[in-house]
């Protein structure tokens, strides 16, 4: 049995990672689940599946060229191409301190959080009198 046969997934809300296999004529029948969160996991997956999010945002005038970002709640599949394509127009000004919100999705309202920190450049500022 495969993973990639219709009806089946590698179930990765516990470390056991069991197969499950759902049957297509009723969604309720769920072989193979080795743990209640497994049947959880199961049930969203084929309701409404979503996925955390992480990319990376360009820092202006930062140390480094980019910083990490991570979605604060679950992107829908179906939404993350899109996603992707916006958060590539993001550029934000250094410095960015981990957890500092670093864009909203228009579309869908997830908010972005920085995953790492991107100290602004040494002597950005220096040499400048007053």
Known sequence: MCAEDAGDLVCIACPRSCLLRVDPKDPSAVLGAGCERGLEYIESETTSAGRVF???????????????????TTVPRAELLGVARRLATVSVAA?????????????????FRATGDAPAAAGVNEGRSA
């Open 95 to 111: 410095p960015v301190a981990f957890g500092d919100i670093v864009f909203t999705d228009p579309c869908l309202g997830i908010e």
């Open 54 to 72: 992480t990319g990376i945002v360009r820092v202006e005038g930062g140390a480094r060229p980019v910083a990490p970002v991570r979605s604060t």
